[in-house]
């Protein structure tokens, strides 16, 4: 077990422990980073394909853009946020964050998620975070310290253990 990658490596079950609230916030706001520089390029690229001035509307004095975009861009931003962490929760169970941080999504007998689980996950993920947090405070209350998206789409977050170089 001296080199690998946490995917490699053959972990003890009981080494895995439910990660805790300030590990997942860390890794959230490292893979915020990331997602606002995917959106960033997704804006770009829409308001490219379609052109400014097509996309905006001037209402007396003020620029706006046009509903319609509005309504273009948000949902392409959505997707590709959605597009990010399922991409990364369904193949190896960690986003770059996650990674950084020790921490995998996974199912409760260490199996990999599926993409409709990712889909619950992360559309019940954002009013769990936006209505100050509550669904990630529920794991205090839940047995099996699930927050209240993972209890949705029935999966687990954990906390990996140091690999062997790490411990060096």
């Known amino acids: ?100 941080w020790r921490l995998k999504a996974q199912n409760a007998d260490g199996s990999g998620i599926t993409l409709k689980q990712s889909l619950i996950r992360f559309f019940a993920a954002i009013p769990a975070f936006v209505i100050l947090g509550a669904g990630y405070f529920y794991l205090w209350f839940n047995p099996q310290r699930q927050t209240l998206h993972e209890k949705l789409s029935d999966s687990v977050t954990v906390m990996l253990p140091l690999m062997e170089k790490d411990k060096a």
């Open 1 to 100: 077990m001296s080199s690998g990658t946490i995917n490699d490596m053959k972990i003890n079950p009981q080494d895995i422990k439910p990660a805790p609230l300030w590990r997942r916030l860390a890794a959230m706001a490292y893979d915020s980073i990331l997602v606002l520089a995917i959106w960033m390029v997704v804006v770009f690229i829409v308001l490219s394909l379609f052109g400014v001035d097509n996309a905006r509307t001037v209402d007396g004095e003020t620029v706006t853009l046009d509903p319609l975009y509005r309504i273009l861009v948000l949902a392409s931003m959505v997707f590709s946020a959605w597009a990010f962490f399922g991409w990364f929760w369904t193949h190896s169970g960690q986003t770059l964050g996650m990674q950084a």
